[in-house]
């Protein structure tokens, strides 16, 4: 009787963490708050072209420039507490280590995307204080916010037509969009602005949760 085959060995797990310029290692399948830094998100973001980089300008439009802006037209819409602002700026903030794709693309992947940026989603609220999943009204709100700036960028940047972004991103409150121009800047100087601003968002957020003087 022939010997039995050898054991195959155990494949190894496929890697699935990144290691992160802060020099973090972060598992993109199971992420703790532990190993998210703001300067990592900000760094990552303003090298993430939104458009698959398909924008005018001699800068790409980033992620962070987009985040910047939704969070600014988030408290037009309406008075926000500083918490769901700073919600409103990390928005898109997993997409610093999985990239921004444009909704087609995201729909043909299906739902697996959507988890992937669900827990990246919860990781990086919890480590800065929200809520892992955000009330809905807030939701619906920030939202809003970012088909608004899509509409922004589609007419100004990434060669739509007011009638084509009307169709795909819904016609904007004339009062939300009057007199906004869209100007690419070099990474450096986003990144700075949204590292800026989150400091900002985190001091009030902080400021307003009793018995927190400071993080």
Known sequence: MPAAPPPKPARKPARAWQRMLSGRRLDLLDPTPVDIEIE?????????????GQTT??????????????????????????????????????????????????AAVGPDYGALDARLSAAIHIRFGLPAVLPEAVKRTIKRADRVSAWLEATQIAGFSAAEADRFFGRPDPGLVAGRHIAPRPPAEVRAAFTMRHAELQAAADSDRPGLTGR
Do not use: C
Not at 40 to 52: C, E, M, Q, Y
């Open 57 to 106: 300008g001699d800068w790409p439009y980033s992620v962070a420039e987009h985040s910047l802006l939704v969070e600014t037209l988030f408290a037009q819409i309406g008075p926000q507490p500083a918490k769901w602002r700073l919600a409103a700026l990390l928005h898109d903030a997993p997409e610093y280590v999985i990239g921004d794709m444009i909704s087609p693309v995201k």
């Open 40 to 52: 990592d998100i900000a760094h990552g973001l303003a090298f993430v072209a939104r458009w698959n």
